[in-house]
């Protein structure tokens, strides 16, 4: 198991979107991460969103401890705000690296690419989406589908703008 950890702060210190790496993910980055949630957060603002990629073992101690369920699960989004109706995110996302690596080839991904989504529906628990019905299970995925593009479309515009690229490489 490795460790690794990066911050990204604004101006100021907020908003902070702090990342620790206790499982490995191969092609994936901490700025893809940072990306991923600040893309998802669209225009929402941040206080403070830490993400932790862990193994099996850590995710499914969080999960019974926080949810009393004994098994190991893709995503876990706890909200820390003081008023959980105030306007800044403040919340913790963990994602099991294993599941991701499980499902992705599952379903003919990159490990990377199942992380991303896993940290966008985080997110997106955080802004208060909730899938607890099938209805809610679509419109969340729907979400995630749309982040997904913008995402594409933020990275095929960075590779074409100096500016942005500039502008990525301060996250």
């Known amino acids: 198991?490795?460790?690794?950890?990066?911050?990204?702060?604004?101006?100021?210190?907020?908003?902070?979107?702090?990342?620790?790496?206790?499982?490995?993910?191969?092609?994936?980055?901490?700025?893809?991460?940072?990306?991923?949630?600040?893309?998802?957060?669209?225009d929402h603002p941040i206080r403070t969103i830490s993400i932790a990629v862990v193994d099996d073992a850590t995710i499914t101690l969080l999960n019974k401890r926080y949810l009393n369920d004994d098994r190991a699960t893709d995503v876990l989004a706890f909200d820390l705000r003081d008023d959980p109706e105030g306007a800044s995110l403040d919340g913790e996302i963990v994602v099991s690296a294993e599941t991701a690596r499980r499902e992705a080839k599952r379903l003919g991904l990159t490990e990377a690419e199942e992380v991303i989504r896993y940290i966008i529906h985080g997110t997106l628990h955080l802004l208060g989406h909730r899938d607890k019905t099938a209805a809610q299970r679509r419109q969340m995925r729907l979400e995630e589908d749309r982040t997904l593009a913008a995402l594409d479309r933020s990275a095929r515009a960075a590779h074409h703008n100096p500016r942005k690229q500039a502008e990525d490489a301060r996250l």
Do not use: F, H, N
């Open 1 to 42: 198991m490795t460790e690794q950890s990066e911050t990204s702060t604004s101006e100021g210190d907020l908003p902070r979107i702090a990342v620790r790496r206790l499982s490995t993910v191969k092609d994936l980055t901490t700025r893809q991460i940072i990306r991923s949630v600040r893309i998802t957060a669209a």
